[in-house]
């Protein structure tokens, strides 16, 4: 399987563009942008990723990939 | 059968005056405009006063004589060209004398030109015949053995005077023999172009055109526009396929297939045989002014390496074979049908193409959606624009530039970020060096110091020259400035903005971190210039704000059409002529692909496709149910390709083997396909990792729309057949039927009504209304039945401006020991994109190599000479070709362009994308570059493909042939 490294750094560059909001609002819209704009067979390995490494993310992104209920 | 159009010359520019004159001409009462000539006034009344050296696309300049007119109670005989209109003047065009006059300049103009009119390239088109038929010239009593220009030996004796034909430009010649000095092309390059190569040398009877420094066209500064062998008026300066074929006898109104200006062509023929494009004056992008793509490149649409018949193979690595239509088209059906068996529905997909109509991408994202029953359709907007949709969506409400060009001539302070004009959109940058000329004022935002920077009569008064990867830490210095020095538009912000989201960005940007002091270290430039900068563009009047994709292709580039958004809010610059926030697009459909419903989430009109009642319509208008989730973008596709989740791909009219980054991980994707289809009108990169070909049509040969930059849809008409026998939309249609979702149009113009029925921005356009009013800009609908040049004005597209905030973050490609370079790409005005085009035309005289640009002393401390072959390395391969040393380049960058494939310019560059949109990072590779003697591996494999995967199998031959 593969890591899904080009995932994770997706997910934590969204989340790193959202750096200067505050942390929740900058969980809402990580979140949204991934609903909005990922095939879902990218949210499920962000899933993925979540499952095996949580510290592969940073904060923001992992709260938001809970929040779509992928971790 | 279509007639040749002729536009009207008015002789002299038209008067922007609202106060109007009203005088007599020949007894005639009329009323013009204050400012307006009198040779205008007389051809508003249908009067042609000869003329020679007037024509309505520059000033009056007054030289040849041949206007005088006489006016009641005014000594002598004015010329009515330079000669303004007055109230109650009585003016005579055709007296005795007036007539006698002008046999007497003819006479003196006929003395020293060739007298070999019938067998002469301008026999048919030249005023100088009709000029000497209008005024009645009926001998020429000087003779022509005394002094002249005409003949090369003269009274035995070698004549001095006589210069032989220039040739060297590959589309024009120069023949000096038979110019009059009218000027006319000095002036069409200096006020039209804005080029001044040309120029008057020597004085009296020595007085000759001069181009560059009596150089000859090639070797001078001409960038070969056209604009002065549409200026010219005898045969001195003609197009070399007139020359070849004769004077056209019909022609047809169309736009151009290259860049994002979409400029407006009459495509001259004869038969269905193109011998001449010429720039139309009513085109509203372009008003009759051509670049040297538009107007001369346009050769490859009849090269020779065209394919016709579609083909198909099992393996890449087979011959291709030639097969009918439709066992192409049932080949692609059944294959894309058992992959979808086999690997889900979401296994494939396609890219449209930014060189395709509206008509043609609408019908292959209708594909997608409809029959593939996913959402994996995404354009190539997705490598240059993507990120201007995204941010200017969030800030403005729509994904579109705000302006029309004409815009840029009430424009103060005109500030480029990340665009070379003047290479990349050259028609447009002509517009806007006359603006410049007049007095607005420059900011250039670029690591290069581009041509506009210094060009002759421009001068940036600040460029500032940043660190690439640095936009969005200049741009919130820029902010920062406005900001904190008292700079805001306080007013405009309070009514047109969302107040929450002002306040919370403000307190962002005024943080000390954001000050051009704190930033000057990161971006490398100089804190007083940033504020100087920022008082200008806040503080000049109009404050108008062009882009390209030095702006787009960086990790955060939605990021900085963000914050260059919020910069034109706060200054008020939003709403109105002559201001702005303006993609200046690629290729000439990128509107109008990203309008057509090309990206995985969105449908036509940049609607989300998780919207119910959006995708309601879309069920019922198409008759099929529609998946609400998003599907792949491009990244994605070749990521899940080399993941196996995804199995078959068409692309349209893109050669994403040769434009999308890191090669070798884009080859690689293309060769896990199952089915790759392609259709195109050669064997690009892309094909050599094909196994369905399918010849797709010119833009001389579509039927349907291009939407430029401005929002403009242009019609795209068809002056001869599809050479391949099929309009590219039916083929698409075909493959969609004989996947199970039935698909037929008729018509381009049947698309487009389907497209209106769908799409709140486009209800008001259809072809008949196209064709009556020339263009129209979208939204055009009831609110606006003839379009709209101007967006935001009185309220924004989503109700409020919204200021989002822009952390810099640095990218993660950086520079250290190993690769102490940065590598940014881009393009020339003489080649386009990737080439496929341009290479197979004459202006590879301009370009017949990339090459790559770099700093004197980066060169010199790696010995590294002019015209030496130089390995280009980063961390992901390694290219070679030839440097030039270039001081334009600052230290520690290096430059490129990406137009022929065996150089692979995308190799090299860099794996990294937007944020936002995954548009990737072309702006920003870390490399090394060392001199080199041998071929690079890259080249070595692609000669290798080139001979291996491209091959036709040539058909036996059967007995009874």
């Known amino acids: 399987m593969s890591d899904h490294k080009e995932i994770q750094r997706m997910a934590n560059q969204i989340a790193k563009a959202f750096g200067a909001y505050p942390e929740e609002q900058a969980i809402k819209e990580t979140a949204n942008h991934i609903k909005s704009f990922w095939d879902p067979r990218m949210r499920k390995q962000l899933a993925e990723i979540i499952a095996r490494d949580k510290t592969a993310l940073n904060p923001v992104a992992l709260a938001a990939g809970r929040q779509l209920g992928l971790g | 059968m279509d007639t040749l159009i002729k536009e009207i010359d008015y002789g002299t520019p038209k008067s922007d005056s609202t106060r109007m004159v009203t005088l007599e001409i020949d007894g005639h009462q009329v009323t013009v405009p204050e400012g307006?000539?009198?040779?205008?006034?007389?051809?508003?009344?249908?009067?042609?006063?000869?003329?020679?050296?007037?024509?309505?696309?520059?000033?009056?300049?007054?030289?040849?004589?041949?206007?005088?007119?006489?006016?009641?109670?005014?000594k002598g005989t004015p010329a009515s060209c330079t000669t303004p209109v007055a109230p109650g003047i009585k003016v005579k065009t055709q007296t005795d004398h007036l007539a006698d006059l002008r046999r007497g300049v003819m006479e003196l103009y006929i003395s020293d030109h060739p007298l070999d009119c019938l067998t002469c390239a301008a026999n048919g088109d030249c005023e100088l015949q009709d000029m000497a038929g209008a005024v009645g010239l009926r001998e020429v009593r000087y003779g022509y053995e005394g002094d002249n220009h005409v003949f090369a030996r003269s009274n035995g004796s070698e004549n001095f005077r006589y210069k032989p034909k220039d040739e060297s430009n590959p589309y024009f010649t120069f023949d000096p023999a038979k110019c009059i000095v009218c000027s006319r092309c000095v002036r069409a390059c200096e006020e039209v172009q804005g080029t001044f190569a040309l120029t008057i040398d020597g004085r009296g009877f020595a007085s000759h055109v001069s181009a560059g420094m009596d150089e000859d066209f090639l070797a001078s500064e001409c960038v070969s526009c056209g604009a002065c062998v549409q200026a010219c008026p005898t045969a001195t300066l003609t197009e070399k396929s007139i020359i070849a074929k004769g004077q056209p006898d019909h022609s047809v109104v169309t736009t151009c297939a290259y860049c994002g200006v979409g400029c407006s062509f009459k495509a001259e023929m004869k038969g269905d045989e193109v011998v001449r494009m010429m720039p139309y004056k009513d085109g509203g992008?372009?008003?009759?002014?051509?670049?040297?793509?538009?107007?001369?490149?346009?050769?490859?649409?009849?090269?020779?390496?065209?394919?016709?018949?579609?083909?198909?193979?099992?393996?890449?690595?087979?011959?291709?074979?030639?097969?009918?239509?439709?066992?192409?088209?049932?080949?692609?059906?059944?294959?894309?049908?058992?992959?979808?068996?086999?690997?889900?529905?979401?296994s494939v997909g396609a890219i449209t193409s930014s060189r395709c109509t509206n008509e043609e991408v609408y019908v292959v994202q209708k594909m997608v959606r409809a029959a593939f029953h996913n959402n994996n359709v995404d354009t190539c907007a997705r490598v240059c624009h993507s990120p201007t949709g995204y941010g200017l969506s969030k800030t403005f409400g729509t994904s579109a530039g705000t302006q029309d060009f004409k815009s840029v001539d009430k424009a103060d302070v005109i500030m480029i970020i990340g665009a070379n004009p003047t290479d990349g959109h050259p028609v447009f940058a002509s517009r806007m060096k006359k603006r410049l000329r007049e007095g607005a004022r420059l900011i250039v935002v670029d690591p290069r110091r581009t041509d506009i920077v210094r060009s002759p009569h421009i001068e940036a008064e600040y460029h500032l020259p940043l660190q690439p990867g640095t936009n969005v830490a200049v741009v919130n210095a820029l902010a920062h400035v406005v900001v904190t020095e008292g700079l805001v538009k306080r007013d405009y912000v309070a009514e047109r903005c969302e107040p929450d989201d002002f306040a919370r960005w403000e307190k962002f940007i005024a943080d000390p971190k954001n000050s051009p002091e704190a930033l000057e270290a990161i971006t490398g430039v100089k804190a007083e210039d940033v504020r100087a900068a920022a008082r200008l563009y806040a503080t000049a009047g109009n404050g108008a704000i062009y882009y390209g994709l030095g702006v787009t292709e960086h990790s955060q580039g939605s990021t900085m059409v963000m914050g260059m958004a919020n910069l034109a809010m706060a200054t008020g610059n939003i709403g109105r002529e002559g201001v702005g926030v303006n993609p200046l697009r690629?290729?000439?459909?990128?509107?109008?692909?990203?309008?057509?419903?090309?990206?995985?989430?969105?449908?036509?009109?940049?609607?989300?496709?998780?919207?119910?009642?959006?995708?309601?319509?879309?069920?019922?208008?198409?008759?099929?149910?529609?998946?609400?989730?998003?599907?792949?973008?491009?990244?994605?596709?070749?990521?899940?390709?080399?993941?196996?989740?995804?199995?078959?791909?068409?692309?349209?009219?893109?050669?994403?083997?040769?434009?999308?980054?890191?090669?070798?991980?884009v080859n690689s994707a293309l060769e896990s396909l199952e089915c790759l289809?392609?259709?195109?009108?050669?064997?690009?990169?892309?094909?050599?990792?094909?196994?369905?070909?399918?010849?797709?049509?010119?833009?001389?040969?579509?039927?349907?729309?291009?939407?430029?930059?401005?929002?403009?849809?242009?019609?795209?008409?068809?002056?001869?057949?599809?050479?391949?026998?099929?309009?590219?939309?039916?083929?698409?249609?075909?493959?969609?039927?004989?996947?199970?979702?039935?698909?037929?149009?008729?018509?381009?113009?049947?698309?487009?009504?389907?497209?209106?029925?769908?799409?709140?921005?486009?209800?008001?356009?259809?072809?008949?209304?196209?064709?009556?009013?020339?263009?129209?800009?979208?939204?055009?609908?009831?609110?606006?039945?003839?379009?709209?040049?101007?967006?935001?004005?009185?309220?924004?597209?989503?109700?409020?401006?919204?200021?989002?905030?822009?952390?810099?973050?640095?990218?993660?490609?950086?520079?250290?020991?190993?690769?102490?370079?940065?590598?940014?790409?881009?393009?020339?005005?003489?080649?386009?994109?990737?080439?496929?085009?341009?290479?197979?035309?004459?202006?590879?005289?301009?370009?017949?190599e990339d090459v790559l640009e770099i700093h004197p002393h980066d060169a010199e401390v790696r010995g590294i000479r002019e015209g030496s072959m130089v390995s280009l390395t980063s961390r992901i391969g390694a290219i070679t070709l030839r440097a030039v040393i270039a001081d334009r380049m600052p230290q520690g960058v290096v430059y490129t362009t990406f137009h022929h494939p065996v150089t692979g310019a995308n190799v090299i560059t860099t794996e990294y994308s937007d944020w936002a949109t995954n548009c990737p990072e072309y702006k920003v590779t870390a490399v090394q570059v060392t001199p080199s003697n041998q071929p690079s591996d890259w080249r070595t494999e692609w000669e290798q493909r080139e001979t291996e995967h491209k091959r036709v199998a040539i058909k036996p031959l059967v007995a009874a042939e």
């Open chain 2, 36 to 74: 307006t000539s009198i040779m205008r006034a007389a051809m508003e009344l249908g009067t042609k006063i000869p003329k020679l050296c007037a024509t309505d696309s520059m000033k009056s300049f007054g030289s040849c004589r041949l206007c005088l007119v006489e006016i009641e109670g005014r």
């Open chain 2, 285 to 346: 992008a372009n008003e009759g002014h051509s670049c040297v793509k538009g107007r001369f490149a346009w050769g490859y649409a009849t090269h020779n390496d065209r394919m016709m018949k579609p083909m198909v193979r099992d393996k890449i690595t087979d011959p291709w074979r030639e097969v009918s239509w439709d066992e192409a088209i049932d080949f692609t059906a059944r294959r894309f049908k058992e992959i979808q068996t086999r690997h889900g529905v979401g």
């Open chain 2, 586 to 665: 690629g290729q000439n459909n990128v509107q109008g692909s990203c309008d057509m419903g090309s990206f995985p989430h969105e449908f036509t009109g940049y609607r989300h496709i998780s919207d119910n009642t959006v995708r309601d319509l879309f069920e019922k208008v198409w008759s099929t149910a529609l998946d609400p989730e998003p599907g792949l973008r491009i990244p994605n596709m070749f990521s899940a390709a080399i993941d196996g989740s995804f199995r078959g791909l068409f692309v349209q009219g893109e050669d994403i083997a040769q434009s999308d980054p890191n090669t070798k991980h």
């Open chain 2, 677 to 848: 289809v392609v259709q195109d009108l050669f064997l690009n990169e892309t094909a050599a990792f094909a196994h369905v070909f399918l010849p797709g049509t010119s833009f001389l040969e579509k039927d349907g729309t291009f939407t430029n930059a401005e929002r403009r849809i242009n019609r795209v008409r068809p002056v001869m057949a599809p050479k391949q026998g099929m309009q590219e939309w039916e083929v698409v249609a075909r493959i969609a039927t004989a996947m199970g979702y039935p698909m037929s149009y008729s018509s381009g113009a049947e698309i487009m009504d389907e497209i209106a029925k769908v799409t709140p921005t486009f209800a008001g356009v259809s072809f008949e209304k196209l064709d009556r009013l020339g263009s129209v800009q979208w939204p055009c609908n009831d609110a606006a039945p003839e379009g709209t040049p101007t967006m935001h004005v009185g309220k924004f597209v989503r109700g409020k401006g919204r200021f989002m905030l822009t952390e810099f973050v640095a990218t993660d490609e950086r520079t250290n020991r190993s690769f102490p370079l940065i590598l940014t790409t881009g393009r020339i005005l003489s080649q386009y994109n990737v080439g496929a085009q341009t290479r197979r035309t004459a202006n590879v005289a301009w370009h017949p």
